[in-house]
């Protein structure tokens, strides 16, 4: 049985502090929404005409969910740390969600982000319409982690 690919794109991002680097980026999925989920992380391809939401994804606990997701963690205290997640949406095909992060800045990891959309639409010579970025950054304390990812799911429009 074939399944119709997902329908809805739902980018969300959080951040936090732990005791462990494991517990600060359980805490940042917590703070994003997504952290009573068993997500799988997915490759980057937006299926055609999905729809892009902004409020929280009503999905059962333990539901195993496709994501493509971005992560740093960091016990370096006062270092910055971000992830930053992009989805391009094509003009007239599917859209591509590329992902980077590590220490550094929004401006710069928002950067490395456009660039990738930009070179995997050129490879697959489809024409980019719209870029949607969004990151989170996070200054370390003790230990910290940020998140940034972009759920893919099936719903109602």
Sequence with gaps: MRRAPPNILWPTDGHAEGDTKLNAFDNALIMAGIGHWNLVKVTSVAPRG???????????????????LTSAQSNQPGETITACIGIGIGASS????????????????????????????????????????????????????????????????
């Design 50 to 68: 999905a729809t892009l939401i902004y409020q929280p994804i009503e999905i059962e606990a333990g539901a195993v969910v496709p994501a493509v």
């Design 94 to 157: 599917h859209g591509m969600i590329m992902e980077h992060s590590g220490p550094g800045g929004p401006t710069e990891m928002e950067a490395v982000v456009r660039r990738m959309l930009d070179e995997s639409f050129m490879r697959r010579s489809l024409e980019l319409e719209k870029v949607i970025v969004r990151s989170v950054s996070h200054t370390v304390q003790h230990v910290g982690s940020s998140v940034a990812a972009v759920i893919l799911w099936w719903g109602d429009r």
